[in-house]
């Protein structure tokens, strides 16, 4: 699934593919290059009743991130390392190197993460600075999750470089690692788990359906075919997967369709498929797209209820620069008429002026590396 903003993905399209037909390199990037227009990503996203983190047109050269728990505090990590994006608007960068996966919060103040040689985590301290490593007998940790006892850090690993990987549980206090659901058998690509309703969201390695299942019993609650990856809400309400959508024409940028080259080098494709969300309400099992709305990695924001985040692909099949986006996802439930158990304007709820605050210092603030 490519995830480039259209100048990145129009010049990869372009770059390495020889032959004498066709337009040249710098035609076609003259052609195909949008120039990101702040005003309609504001607007796109306004529409969506979604804020963005970062500067609409900013480089936002990152991949992973995370909040901690109370929601004061971002992860994310670019290729110059990790950051932390304080409620005080301020972007530390955390001295540790350049790990080789994302990162989780175990607390307010303290988040993990893989080594960059793939042999150690690191429980790194944001207020004192100190980082501690455990190390591991498995190799390339990634996909860090935050476990159920207090010391708890659940991550797919591989028993041999380079090998097929499963779930396995860190208990840091020990430095004791062991098969997180011995239930699960096989090779895992892709999970998500939510420790509060002990429910792991799985996909086996080369399926293409995600269950997700009870991580005591490894009871199957569902399975959602043709979804790459699922996340469950913290009261176990909603399931949020994530799929592909139609064929749209990589030429569609944020500044409005640019008709496509005559030709394409090397018979590459004009077409990508937008990364879809869909929503299940597990009460009644209603599930539906979300509409407009195409992004990657999504997570809930645990400090205030039915808040949502995740990386931004773009608005109404138009890719968009990367972005991390808050949204509060009662608002599109309502809209087709479902109930969330806590009403849009039913008072304030926990971490809403967290939310507010640190998009208010964002948007202003600097851009990612």
């Known amino acids: 699934m490519l995830k480039l903003p259209l100048p ?12 004498d037909s066709g337009p040249t390199f710098k035609e076609a990037v003259s052609e195909v290059y949008a ?16 804020q963005l983190v970062f500067r609409p047109c900013g480089s936002n050269n990152f991949r992973h991130f995370d909040w901690n728990p109370s929601g ?28 080789r996966a994302g990162g989780a919060w175990v607390t307010d103040d303290i988040v993990a993460f893989p080594d960059q040689d793939g042999r150690k985590i690191g429980i790194y301290n944001v207020q004192s600075n100190i980082v501690n490593f455990v190390e591991l007998d498995q190799h ?23 090998g097929t990987k499963a779930i396995y549980e860190l208990r840091a206090d020990t430095a004791e690692t ?9 090779p895992v690509e892709e999970f998500t788990f939510r420790a509060s309703q002990n429910v792991v969201c799985y996909r086996m390695l080369e399926e293409t359906a995600t269950t997700c299942a009870d991580g005591e019993t490894g009871k199957e609650l569902h399975r959602l075919e043709d979804r790459s990856r699922a996340s469950l809400s913290p009261d176990g309400r909603y399931l949020v997967s994530e799929g592909e959508g139609a064929e ?41 797209v979300w509409e407009g709305v195409h992004g990657t990695d999504f997570d809930w924001y645990d400090s205030s209820p039915y808040f949502a985040s995740y990386m931004l ?18 608002h599109f439930l309502k809209s087709k008429g479902w109930a969330p158990p806590l009403a849009v304007d039913g008072g304030a709820a926990t971490g809403s002026d967290v939310v507010e605050g640190t998009i208010r210092a964002s948007d202003g603030g600097s851009s990612v590396p």
């Open 8 to 19: 990145l993905l129009a010049i990869g399209l372009l770059i390495g593919c020889g032959g």
């Open 35 to 50: 120039p990101c227009q702040a005003d309609p990503v504001k607007v796109a996203a306004a529409k969506k009743a979604t």
């Open 72 to 99: 004061t505090q971002l992860y994310y990590q670019s290729s110059m390392g990790p950051w932390v994006l304080k409620d005080t608007t301020e972007h530390v960068q955390l001295g540790i190197g350049v790990p």
């Open 140 to 162: 390339e940790p990634e996909q860090l999750e935050k476990g159920v006892a207090v010391d708890s850090i659940v991550f797919l690993a591989a028993d041999v470089p380079r």
């Open 178 to 186: 062991e098969r997180a659901f011995p239930w699960l058998s096989g």
């Open 248 to 288: 749209v024409s990589v030429f569609t940028g944020s500044g409005g369709d640019t008709p496509a080259p005559a030709t394409l080098p090397g018979g590459a494709s004009s077409k990508i498929r937008p990364p879809t969300l869909h929503v299940l309400d597990r009460e009644t099992g209603e599930e539906m």
């Open 313 to 330: 692909w773009g608005f109404d099949q138009v890719p968009m620069n990367r972005n991390v986006t808050l949204v509060d996802l009662r």
